[in-house]
């Protein structure tokens, strides 16, 4: 194969550097070209160019990509990439229309009407439109000051995401209205509550024995999964369990579907752990010795902690009700965590002062013999300093052996032996009698009895008229999923995903389902939950707040900027997670003023259709005095900006890509085509107004503004000597399997044993870095959350099913004019959330939204198929054309999300038509993280005698779609 053509530079550096020593293939010889990163272009050339697909941005398919005469003409699936077998959806295919689309931005725009109207966009240069983005910027934040600015950010790309941290030291605001808080965000949030962040992933390609996917579709669009391999997954498994309230495409083949009723799923969670318990199906080893479950609480107890703060983003003192040393004696300590040891009778401890090495420099773990150690227990096996990749031995205790490749046939880590956990023996129920150190008494109890009590009380013939599931058939289901089929692990983690996240209670979901997880022995086990693929070669987008320079500044470094975070006042967990203000809140404070005014922002790769009432997000983005928006096409959102930047397509960029999930790949983007006219990258867009703000924007102070040749290279240092050696090694032997490229970190199972679970990312391991436990206050898995304990109190400390405000349980008047539960967000095949909605193959086949309607309901409401519909709520009304589906049960309808139609005349493009968030009640929302209520409210339904909404393509025969065929000319 015709390798790809490199700059002279890259080649040099390449050659003079010995792939041996990266532990990487040789680079093969070939001709270069002196334009780096650019595909062939000579006239009659035929290349294939291994890349990564990014037509859906959460998935990272490897695809062959066909040039011909310099243009993309054929994308298929790459066999080489294990985590999608060889396949790639539709969306992908017509990544060839949309690189190609006519109405593609190509030139930097400037506004001349007013907002609110037609925009007339004239183009500008890109020395005029960069100059007017930083003083309109700079005159907001004058004028108002920074928290009057917000960064707006949608899918994730990777080199489109400085929304999401890259512009903060220019901003210097709080505030981030970013698709994260209700797109996996919710899920990250909890689990690093809990566990380590971002742990709700699982390695279901690992193929576990029980496979259970839990609120989702990715067999239909791509998501942290890939299509086929999912449903490989699901089809291999012995059982296959789908949990959702519709049954979906995949969800028919399911061995057990619990249809719960949506936003019940920390009651269905917890009666399933109910089952788990009461059966003896828990994973005592794991529970007694790497979990808080045996730690003792006193509820009388004034809540008190370390005076060290506990690191997440930012420093959190935690107060708990957790027994520790420091209560019983004086001198005692805060870090040390009572227990009831049965076999002595008497009170022990857990030495949790590994937390310290995140916050004093001063201390060595490896000098503390009690650090992470239950009392009498011998001190770990700790980093001996002289690498980390010579053994396997090195990577658990002494003395131990464990296994490898533990299931043949698939990559497998490998995976130490339990540690022995001989020293005591936690009593994990029974109350006992402690004395303070001022002679007080009081009655402990263990956290795991108190679980127990509250799992109880949503046991399956409880909770089935919450959830809707039948007891004998919950019951079933939790007892194939705990039962193990190999007595070493757990049967698997569980797929779960948006649909937990948008009720109003997405934290307690997740706890809920994490911990159902924890309990049968899946924590970082075989397919078990293993959170993100861990190597870092993954951001493009975000150098300026990530880097290592001490001349950059942060609003995370400054306590008074944080305090004016949009949302912190009502969602104090804020506080402790610090990455994005409440979107519903910035979209009010834009309107009203209150508390402050929102004047000013950027948008890229986004919309504000995502999440909060889209009527009040369109208000607040129409009164900004100045926004600028980076996007491949004009769409709602940029037709309300001063200035709109074209970016460049995936076909176009140069990126590595590692496996946002645990799917353990490593790959990348590799530009096949040359950019279409004045088209610029991301992290080049990004660095320019930096520049021109004085500002740093590199990794190194002598060097602040690098070339993207040297970002390349720097973000794929620790895995090769330069970007075009990664390439090259890429386009001739295909995906990296990540558990080979990191054995110690990523190749191991049980890395909570090892010390790499919460190990930072830096050039080298060190003493302070590996360390055995969780990144948790307790460094324990927090069945208990003292994080959640400090800041709501120590009724949130255990999940519980709280059903939100506009809930049938809490608001019945409410439902008895609005009687059907309107669900939203699922997969369509064709689109990724508001996407495509401009390209002829996919229009084709999907041209308008459709709402799913039970036929029963249909007949009872004079609905037929294909009747276009109202859907109503006391806070908007939209159309969408009938679907109707047995899937969905009685009572329910399931909307079609973020429509809006190319078509029509901006600057709305038709959002108003069907855009589902104008039925979102914007007051209300998780009261932990923010994520607002999306799905599950209440609506009203009834036949539109309007029919289609006037002006929109309706069906393939529509001649507009032709003149949105590709355009190979005029490029330039």
Same mark, same amino acid.
């Given at each position: 194969m015709t390798a790809l053509k490199l700059s002279r530079r890259s080649f040099i550096k390449a050659a003079a550097v010995t792939s041996a020593a990266m532990g990487m293939g040789g680079v093969a010889g070939t001709a270069f070209a002196e334009e780096p990163y650019t595909a062939a272009n000579s006239a009659g050339e035929v290349r294939r160019i291994r890349s990564c697909c990014r037509g859906c941005g959460k998935m990272e398919c490897g695809v062959w990509v066909t040039v011909e005469n310099g243009r993309a003409v054929k994308i298929e699936g790459d066999e080489s990439a294990p985590h999608t077998m060889g396949s790639c959806c539709n969306k992908s295919v017509a990544s060839l229309q949309a690189c190609y689309h006519p109405d593609r931005l190509a030139y930097p725009m400037k506004r001349t009407q007013p907002k609110g109207e037609d925009p007339g966009w004239v183009r500008i240069s890109w020395e005029e439109a960069l100059d007017s983005i930083v003083e309109g910027i700079n005159q907001v934040k004058a004028k108002y000051g920074g928290e009057s600015l917000f960064t707006m950010g949608g899918t994730g790309r990777i080199w489109c995401m400085s929304p999401y941290a890259g512009y903060g030291s220019w901003f210097m605001t709080p505030n981030t209205s970013v698709a994260w808080q209700v797109c996996k965000g919710p899920r990250h949030f909890s689990s690093a509550l809990t566990s380590e962040y971002n742990h709700s992933w699982s390695a279901s390609v690992e193929r576990p024995p029980v496979f259970t996917i839990w609120a989702s579709t990715p067999e239909g669009s791509n998501y942290d999964e890939a299509g086929r391999s999912v449903v490989d997954e699901a089809m291999q498994a012995d059982t296959f369990i789908s949990v959702d309230p519709r049954t979906t495409n995949l969800g028919k083949e399911s061995d057990i579907h619990l249809a719960l009723r949506g936003g019940t799923d920390t009651a269905l969670a917890l009666a399933m752990c109910d089952v788990i318990i009461k059966n003896d199906l828990v994973d005592w080893g794991f529970v007694k010795r790497w979990t808080n479950a045996p730690f003792l609480v006193v509820a009388d107890k004034e809540p008190s902690g370390p005076d060290a703060p506990h690191i997440f983003h930012g420093p959190n003192f935690i107060k708990t009700t957790l027994l520790t040393q420091a209560d019983l004696q004086e001198g005692g300590s805060p870090f040390k965590y009572m227990v009831w040891d049965n076999t002595s009778q008497s009170l022990k401890w857990f030495n949790a002062t590994g937390q310290l090495a995140a916050v004093d420099p001063t201390y060595d773990p490896a000098a503390d013999p009690e650090c992470n150690c239950w009392e009498g227990e011998q001190p770990w096996a700790r980093y001996d300093g002289e690498g980390h990749k010579d053994t396997w031995s090195r990577r658990t205790f002494a003395g131990q052996e464990g296994e490898a490749n533990v299931r043949e046939g698939h990559s497998q880590a490998w995976m130490p032996d339990p540690d022995a956990f001989e020293s005591i023996d936690p009593a994990m129920e029974g109350q006992f009698e402690v004395t303070f150190k001022d002679g007080s008494k009081h009655t402990a109890v263990p956290v795991w009895q108190l679980f127990a009590e509250r799992c109880d009380q949503y046991a399956p013939e409880k909770s089935a008229e919450i959830t809707g599931c039948p007891a004998e058939q919950v019951t079933e289901a939790a007892l194939v999923y705990g039962t193990r089929k190999d007595p070493r692990w757990g049967n698997g983690g569980i797929l779960y995903q948006l649909a937990v996240e948008h009720h109003g209670n997405s934290i307690m979901n997740c706890r809920a389902i994490e911990l159902l997880t924890c309990i049968t022995g899946n924590t970082d086990g075989p397919g078990g939950q293993r959170g993100a693929t861990k190597i870092d070669v993954n951001y493009m987008g975000n150098f300026s707040d990530q880097s290592y320079s001490k001349a950059i500044d942060s609003p995370l470094a400054h306590p008074e900027i944080m305090e004016k975070q949009l949302g912190r006042d009502t969602h104090?967990?804020?506080?402790?997670?610090?990455?994005? &203000?409440?979107?519903? %809140?910035?979209?009010? &404070?834009?309107?009203?003023?209150?508390?402050?005014?929102? =004047?000013?922002?950027?948008?890229? %790769?986004?919309?504000?259709?995502?999440?909060?009432?889209?009527?009040?997000? /369109?208000?607040?983005?129409?009164?900004?005095?100045f926004f600028f928006d980076i996007d491949l096409w004009h769409h709602p959102t940029s037709e309300l900006a001063d200035i709109i930047l074209p970016c460049r397509h995936w076909l176009e960029v140069p990126t590595p890509r590692q496996s946002q999930g645990s799917g353990g790949a490593l790959g990348a983007c590799v530009p096949c085509v040359e950019p279409l006219a004045e088209t610029w990258y991301d992290p080049e867009i990004v660095e320019a107004l930096y520049q021109r703000n004085n500002i740093p924007w590199g990794w190194d102070e002598a060097n602040p503004y690098p070339t993207l040749e040297e970002k390349l290279d720097y973000v794929v240092r620790e895995v090769s000597p330069s970007w075009a050696a990664y390439v090259e090694e890429?386009?001739?032997?295909? /995906?990296?399997?990540? =558990?080979?490229?990191?054995?110690?970190? /990523?190749?191991?199972? $049980? $890395?909570?044993q090892t010390g790499f679970l919460k190990k930072a990312y830096t050039e080298a391991p060190t003493p302070q870095n590996v360390i055995p436990g969780f990144n948790t206050p307790t460094q324990k898995q927090e069945i208990w959350c003292t994080v959640m304990e400090t800041y709501h109190g120590a009724e949130d400390a255990l999940p519980d099913y709280r059903p939100n405000p506009d809930s049938r349980e809490r608001n019945p008047e409410l439902w008895e004019e609005y009687p059907v539960q309107c669900l939203t967000g699922r997969r369509i095949p064709v689109y990724f959330h508001s996407e495509h909605r401009q390209l002829p193959w996919c229009r084709e086949v999907w041209p308008v939204p459709r709402v799913e309607i039970n036929p029963d309901d249909a007949r009872e409401w004079g609905i037929e198929q294909g009747d276009w519909c109202w859907i109503e709520s006391p806070h908007g009304k939209i159309r969408e054309a009938a679907d109707l589906f047995y899937g969905v049960p009685r009572g329910v309808i399931n909307c079609e999300h973020t429509w809006w139609f190319p078509e029509c005349p901006a600057p709305e493009y038709g959002w108003r038509y069907s855009a589902v968030n104008q039925l979102v009640n914007n007051s209300i929302d998780d009261p932990h993280c923010g994520s607002a209520i999306v799905r599950g409210?209440?609506?009203?339904?009834? =036949? &539109?005698?309007?029919?289609?909404?006037?002006?929109?393509? &309706?069906?393939? %025969?529509?001649?507009?779609?032709?003149?949105?065929?590709?355009v190979y000319e005029g490029r330039a």
């Open positions: 104090p967990l804020f506080e402790w997670w610090g990455l994005w &203000a409440n979107a519903n %809140s910035i979209w009010e &404070a834009g309107v009203t003023g209150d508390p402050y005014p929102v =004047k000013g922002g950027v948008c890229q %790769s986004g919309d504000f259709m995502n999440m909060g009432n889209t009527t009040m997000a /369109w208000e607040c983005l129409k009164q900004l005095d890429f386009q001739q032997n295909g /995906w990296w399997d990540v =558990k080979k490229l990191r054995p110690d970190d /990523w190749g191991t199972y $049980r $890395r909570y409210y209440p609506v009203k339904v009834y =036949k &539109a005698e309007e029919g289609c909404p006037e002006g929109i393509i &309706a069906d393939a %025969s529509d001649p507009r779609l032709k003149a949105w065929q590709p």
